[in-house]
């Protein structure tokens, strides 16, 4: 019998122009991420128990953090 389909060990790519990384952290349903904007790197941890939903909150923190206004205040 075959086992069914695993999850990724590890997800990159690029959201609006900011390459970043995905891994899953120790704890079960945690992922770390990393990405960088100019000159500055961002990393940290985001709970999801699917990897598209760890994705998309990673999306949103790129997209915060490339409001205008938000970068500078930091």
Do not use: C
Request: avoid cysteine; aromatic fraction near 6%.
């Amino acid at each position: 019998m075959t086992a069914g389909p695993r999850e990724p060990d590890a997800h990159a790519g690029s959201h609006r122009g900011v390459h970043y990384s995905l891994k899953p952290n120790a704890a079960p349903g945690y992922w770390r991420y990393a990405y960088a904007i100019g000159d500055r790197v961002r990393s940290g941890r985001v709970q999801g128990k699917l990897p598209l939903l760890a994705i998309r909150r990673v999306q949103m923190r790129i997209d915060r953090d490339l409001r205008p206004g938000l970068a500078n205040a930091r």
